[in-house]
């Protein structure tokens, strides 16, 4: 990643927060691999072509949020949230977690967000939508909770939404809260996130390596995002868990995606993030599958057809 700061003044900041996100960007966190398809055969539909999609375009579209509010320099990746107002809370209240969600709203429309902007490849490809997903994606936290604002549209809306996950880290494991951020209230959902959310936030994927503003940002990010603690989401009263069936055994995945492992397990209903970070070469993060491997994994998928 590009250094933002000399080391004189990055040990100031550290003194003084102490964060460890903070320490994550000092180290410079990996960068993020070009997206390029692996050709698994695990796509449902051919890797979308965005050859006609320019960096300028990207710029421009995506600076129709105000360019008052992104492409922010930044030593911290990750904004600190005041102390939460009930010291030594074991669980978030709904209410503390909406408020949670608006506060980080409000900063972003307020211009003081950090956020990193980019075209996800995850919600880009497949049957989701064959489009440009243009995406801002801001990380806060305190002692109790790491916030994440998201703001979107299509290349083709017309206006931005607002998204935030609420990851309370202040009962084991953390619990991760899904909602809309409507400036009228958020509406706490799970259902319609899990799908590609199976672990609480995802990691930034840019579709392609220059529609990003500030890949380092990305890159610190997504540290943070890796480093979470082991958590559960929250399916509230009015959205509650379907039935998801067995989860899956294959070691390759579920040495770290399974209960006792870093990430929550994977089931078929995740089924588009699986196939679409398995042939970017995303999944798993180290190696690149064997072709028998690759032909269990799709075997296991379409069982579930
Ligand atoms: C089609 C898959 C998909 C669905 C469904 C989905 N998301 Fe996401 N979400 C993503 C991807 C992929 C990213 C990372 C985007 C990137 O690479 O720029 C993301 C990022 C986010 C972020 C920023 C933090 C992070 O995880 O990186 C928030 C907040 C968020 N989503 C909230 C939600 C909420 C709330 C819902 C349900 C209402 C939801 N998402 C549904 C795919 C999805
Ligand atoms: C060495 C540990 C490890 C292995 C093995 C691994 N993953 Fe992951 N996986 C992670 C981590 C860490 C994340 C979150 C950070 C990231 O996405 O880079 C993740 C994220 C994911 C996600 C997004 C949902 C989530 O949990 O955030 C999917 C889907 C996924 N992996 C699928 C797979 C599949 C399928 C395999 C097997 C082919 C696999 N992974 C193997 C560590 C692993």
Redesign the pocket.
């Given at each position: 990643m590009k250094r933002r700061h000399s080391i004189a003044a990055g040990f100031a900041v550290l003194a003084l927060v102490g964060i460890v996100s903070t320490l994550a960007a000092e180290r410079g966190a990996p960068p993020i691999p070009p997206a390029v398809s692996l050709s698994t055969g695990l796509l449902l539909e051919p890797p979308l072509d965005l050859s006609g999609y320019s960096r300028e375009t990207f710029v421009a579209q995506s600076s129709s949020v105000g360019t008052n509010r992104i492409g922010k320099k930044w030593t911290r990746p990750v904004l600190p949230l005041p102390p939460h107002p009930r010291p030594g809370v074991k669980g978030l209240t709904e209410a503390e977690v909406k408020e949670y969600m608006l506060a980080v709203r409000d900063r972003f429309e307020q211009g003081e967000a950090v956020p990193v902007s980019d075209v996800g490849l995850v919600s880009t490809q497949e049957d989701v939508i064959r489009q440009p997903m243009l995406n801002h994606i801001a990380a806060f936290s305190n002692d109790v909770v790491r916030v994440y604002l998201l703001v979107q549209k299509t290349s083709t809306d017309k206006g931005w939404s607002y998204f935030s996950i609420v990851q309370d880290v202040s009962v084991t494991p953390a619990v991760d809260y899904f909602a809309e951020a409507k400036k009228s209230g958020p509406k706490l959902e799970a259902k319609s996130c899990y799908k590609c959310?199976?672990?609480?936030p995802?990691?930034i994927h840019p579709a392609r390596e220059d529609l990003i503003l500030d890949a380092g940002l990305a890159a610190a990010i997504?540290q943070h995002?890796?480093e979470q603690p082991r958590s559960r989401m929250h399916f509230p009263k009015e959205d509650p868990a379907d039935e998801y069936g067995e989860a899956?055994a294959?070691k390759?995945?579920a040495?770290?995606?399974s209960a006792e492992g870093?990430?929550?397990p994977?089931h078929r209903t995740?089924s588009h993030?699986?196939r679409v970070?398995?042939d970017f070469g995303?999944?798993?993060?180290?190696r690149r599958?064997k072709p028998e491997?690759v032909a269990e994994?799709k075997a296991w998928l379409e069982k579930g057809k």
């Open positions: 959310h199976a672990s609480g995802l990691a997504n995002i890796a899956m294959m390759f995945c040495r770290c995606h870093d990430r929550a994977l995740h993030s699986i970070l398995v995303y999944m798993p993060p180290n599958l491997e994994l």
